[in-house]
């Protein structure tokens, strides 16, 4: 016999809001790079350092709020601990070089976007997870991407307000899905 388990209204809820203030932050976040993209300095290291972080805090607020113990949240920590070694990694790579600190964010993107893929298809009976499965994909193939891009020595970092950019806009389907999915729940 299987069951299916349905996450309660108030996860998706807090969910839908955490994926609009990840839309909000990452468009501020990009505009802000954009302005230092290819001047490397205390500004951008700051940006650069700060991006993970709040990433860090928004998925340990996640799993903070997950219904249940019985589900798994290691992809979630996973992400958490990668995370916050990435924002001290960055702060030291971009003082090096904008290719070092490029690199870094590409393997950060591959590091972080597998488990946003695993903890989205975990989370897929909320709905507005298939913009987080395409998210945590392309996350691994971009981050291959800079990666090599900062191994060949880039002077610029303007392709990461891009791809935040874009992780933003994922974030916001998922955010205007849940929103869906939650008033279909209320009739």
Known sequence: MTTTTTIPT?????????YLTR????????ALVLTTATAAGPWLTTLL?????????????QVRVTPGTARSTVAERV?????????VA?????????GAAL????VWAIGAGVPQLV??????????QVAQMLSGGLSVVVGGA???????????????????????????????????????KES
């Open 146 to 184: 800079f990666l090599a891009q900062g191994l060949q020595g880039t002077e610029t970092i303007a392709g990461t307000a891009g791809y935040a950019a874009l992780g933003g806009i994922f974030f916001l389907v998922s955010a205007l899905r849940l929103g869906r999915v939650l008033r279909e």
């Open 90 to 98: 960055l702060g030291v790579a971009s003082t090096q070089s904008l």
């Open 119 to 128: 903890a989205a298809v975990r989370n897929r009976r909320t709905g507005g």
């Open 49 to 61: 350092v700060v991006y993970p972080l709040v990433d860090a805090a928004a998925v340990l607020w």
């Open 10 to 18: 108030t996860f998706g809820a807090a969910l839908r809001r955490l």
């Open 23 to 30: 839309f909000v932050v990452a468009l501020v976040w990009a």
């Open 103 to 106: 690199a870094v964010w590409g």
């Open 79 to 87: 992400n958490v601990v990668v995370s916050v070694a990435v924002a």
